[in-house]
């Protein structure tokens, strides 16, 4: 477990988004996860069946950036296309994100950092999140 905190390369981190119906999100998801200041990433978007334009979306993306695959499935719920993607990944590191959030620029420095100056037992790292609306302005809500 952690055996890239020695090493001097910076890990792959497999980013998973799984999406259904998710035409009216998914550009900005993948707009933010490809604007990440950290750029050792793959990305796995599973179509979960999806009946709009979904796949086509994540295709356009995918013309122009190779890190992004497009893994499509029958519907089977959240957890089935998470694991499809899982399947897939090549990365040291799992960076789930859902079809319609997105990310601060830095999320994923600051995740790789905090997990590679750790100890070696820790497993696990996460970030808070903020609501925001449709205009993308703060609401007040939050997670952690």
């Known amino acids: 477990m952690n055996s890239f905190k020695n090493d001097l390369v910076l890990p792959l981190v497999s980013v998973i988004i799984p999406a259904y119906n998710a035409e009216i999100f998914i550009a900005r998801t993948l707009e933010s996860v490809l604007s990440q200041t950290y ?10 069946g999806s009946s709009d334009r979904t796949a086509e979306i994540v ?60 100890e070696p037992f820790v497993g696990v790292v996460y970030s808070w999140s903020l609501d925001i609306n449709e205009g993308g302005l703060l609401t007040g809500g939050f997670y952690n």
């Not at 750029?39 to 979960?48: G, R, S, T, Y």
């Not at 079809?99 to 790789?112: G, R, T």
């Open 39 to 48: 750029q050792n990433i793959e990305v796995l978007v599973v179509d979960d």
């Open 59 to 118: 295709k356009s993306f995918a013309q122009k950036d190779s890190r992004i695959t497009l893994l499509q499935q029958a519907n089977a719920g959240v957890a089935v296309a998470r694991n499809l993607a899982y399947l897939h990944s090549k990365g040291e590191c799992i960076a789930p994100i859902a079809a319609d959030d997105i990310w601060s620029p830095q999320n994923l420095e600051k995740q790789v950092e905090c997990l590679t100056k750790s």
